[in-house]
């Protein structure tokens, strides 16, 4: 298997495992990341200064995650998620070294998956296109909706092919 196709089934899995959260805990949106957090993974979050380029960090020896509290709620909801990604995906990482060639690529593709989790758990695919279907077709409603940011917002509705639906004014 190539690393790009590697690349496309590990994203794959990540949105799958976000899904399977979704339905397993009946979950629907805006979903309560935090509460999840709390009650399902076991993870305390903490909001705190820091420096800005930082948006959270996840602690597992506190079994923690750390948020940015300087940053708008839509940012911090999706770092949040994205730390989670982090805390069910990438337990062994030792296994993602082995198959790549450097820190950096590693960093990147863990980063994006986390990513496509978060995008996943917060505006789960199957109710992004129930709206679109029911007519909710701007960006700003979608993102309000979701309770996420217009860019999380984009980055999803391209995902899901949608984008060419959407109004953004």
């Avoid at 982090?86 to 863990?110: G, P």
Wanted: hydrophobic share 45%.
């Amino acid at each position: 298997m190539s690393f790009e196709e590697d690349r496309s089934y590990r994203l794959t899995m990540a949105r799958a495992v976000a899904t399977r959260f979704i339905a397993t805990y009946k979950l629907v949106p805006p979903i309560d990341v935090e509460r999840f957090c709390i009650e399902v993974a076991g993870l305390h979050v903490y909001y705190d200064e820091m420096e800005d380029e930082f948006c959270a960090i996840l602690r597992r020896d506190l079994m923690a995650i750390l948020v940015n509290q300087k940053h708008p709620r839509v940012r911090q909801r999706f770092s949040i998620a994205h730390e989670l990604g982090h805390w069910y995906l990438h337990r062994d990482e030792a296994v993602m070294a082995e198959r790549t060639a450097t820190l950096k690529t590693i960093n990147k593709l863990l980063d994006e998956e986390a990513n496509s989790f978060a995008a996943e758990f917060l505006m789960p695919s199957r109710f992004v296109r129930a709206q679109v279907r029911l007519g909710m077709v701007n960006l700003d409603t979608l993102a309000r909706y979701f309770e996420v940011s217009r860019e999380a917002m984009w980055y999803q509705l391209n995902h899901l092919r949608l984008a060419s639906k959407i109004s953004s004014m």
